[in-house]
């Protein structure tokens, strides 16, 4: 075990990491920090939710200058989600350093932005779209970067992305170390990133599996038709704490999250069409457990750290299979448990096999609960939530009532009669979802085979700039 006390960390810092209750280092991180503080090129993989932000935000943040008056560190996100979240990250670690990192993404007024540019900020963590806006306008000078980060990496350099990340690099110094991390990194990604990094070490945790063992993971072999009754009764059955549902596309999305809403659940939907605002104000109910299911396409899939997502479901399995990885690694993040669960229909098996093969794990299969195990589950439930109540208490007001009570009916009678109460009755409200084709398997594996980009607004690309950005 490495403790932060054991690596060549600041004051500062250390003091920022006790407060964010950090003691010991993750794996990646006892491995990552000592090289990068050297000054190291970097190519970083471990499992997700083992702390691979950290592994590249405190050398970056040792290494800022306080007090030169210039953008020191970039890293790119694919998502601005994550954009937020980690210059959130950042910013707790650079506390006592006083090292600020600001969050520059889509759908965010951008002249808010260029006054925030204006400050200088020491880090800037931004989507590419955005950035590459930032550089056209004049607004966002990469001349004195001396850190570059792809978070997601294999995702940012894969068809999606590589000519924006090619363009921002090239804005950035020669001079500059360049560290990637992922959970997931296919061979000819890293072949690709050999070509603008200097020697970078690997740093690969070797764990037996790409899947962090602390998730449950099986599949149901569904029908496309049962999918939704199928989830609803997984969801009573277990009554995850917070769970995300992924969707394949933004329509599915949508009518899932509306039909969940119908039948009674918390649930609300995210995806890349959302105004910044909803997108914002959905992951904002949805961490503070204002919602307790979020619908998600793979907008969601990548990198986000919500406490208490104990579920994860493949309402329609990843077409990338690297996604499978990080989709149901949103759970059994920092040492918690989770399960994972995936729908499968008969013409997808051989989907799963892809899937089998890179996370070297077979899926257990599960069969589809009966409704009367699923009533069983609500009766636990409620027989839960009754026990819960009692003990935290605040229920002083109502104390009178259940006396009044006692003297008409006996307690047992009383008790059955609010575990009834409790017991949420089946709901077999109709709802309509399109049904969706299932998955074509591809015969050979395209590592650039992402087709659509996220959506956010293009700016047209000149011919002459397409053609320099090209690697
Ligand atoms: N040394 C540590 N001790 C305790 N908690 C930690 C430590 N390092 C990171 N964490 C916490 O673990 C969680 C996961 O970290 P992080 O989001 O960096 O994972 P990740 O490896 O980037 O995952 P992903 O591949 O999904 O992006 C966060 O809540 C973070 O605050
Ligand atoms: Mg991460």
Redesign the pocket.
Known sequence: MVHFQDLNISEPVKQALAK???????PI?AEAIPLALEGQDLIGQ?Q???????AFGIPMIESIQVHANHTQGLVVTPTRELAIQVAE?LNRIGEFKKVRALPVYGGQDINRQIKALKQFPHIIVGTPGRLLDHLRRKTLRLNHIAHVILDEADEMLNMGFIDDITAILEQCPQEKQTLLFS?TMPEPIKTLALRFMRQPAEVKIRAKEVTVPLIDQYYLEVQEKQKFDVLCRLLDLESPELAIVFGRTKRRVDELSEALKRRGYLAEGIHGDLSQNRRDQVINQFRSGTIDILVATDVAA??L?I?GVTHVYNFDIPQDPENYV?RI?RTG??GQAGQAVTFVVPREIDHLKTIERLTKRKLEKRRIPTINEVLKGRQQTAMETLLRVAEEGDIQAFQRMAQELLEEQDSVTLVAAALKLLTKEPDQTPVRLTAEEPLQVKKKKQVHGRKKRPNRPRYPKTDKMRHKHRP
Do not use: L, S, Y
């Open positions: 964010m209750g950090f003691e010991e280092a993750t991180q471990a997700t939710g083992t702390g691979k932000t950290a990250e959970a990548r990198g750290d406490q990080h690694g993040r920092a």
